[in-house]
Nanobody
């Protein structure tokens, strides 16, 4: 199973980025897909989660109304649209695949390599 995250970069505050995570090696539509991030010196934290059919989504409070996760089951890809970015959103962003609709990193069994998002003030 492989997860390949992409789409990170450098953006000014207030800008937008769209992250993608392509999954191979498992039946994508059977699994929950989560997004996490990790800033330097901090623990990995939950950002968003999307159920297998995309009907339920849950977001960390600080990104609600700004970030949107979606998935394309036919294309085995999950997305994280990030709007109104803030400097505190700067982190390495990871996608993850698991069985449980959860905010806990330990509930996900496969992870992407991470993509850097840097928001300048």
């Amino acid at each position: 199973v492989q997860l390949q995250a992409s789409g990170g970069g450098l953006v000014q505050a207030g800008g937008t980025l769209k992250l993608s995570c392509a999954v191979s090696g498992r039946t994508f539509s059977n699994y929950v897909m989560g997004w996490f991030r990790q800033a330097p010196g901090k623990e990995r934290e939950f950002v968003a989660v999307d159920t297998w059919n995309g009907r339920s989504r849950y977001y960390e409070d600080s990104v609600k109304g700004r970030f949107t996760t979606s998935r394309d089951n036919a294309g085995n890809t999950v997305y994280l649209q990030m709007n109104s970015l803030k400097p505190e959103d700067t982190a390495v962003y990871f996608c993850a695949s698991g069985f449980r609709f959860s905010w806990r990193p330990s509930d996900y069994d496969y992870w992407g390599q991470g993509t850097q998002v840097t928001v300048s003030s």
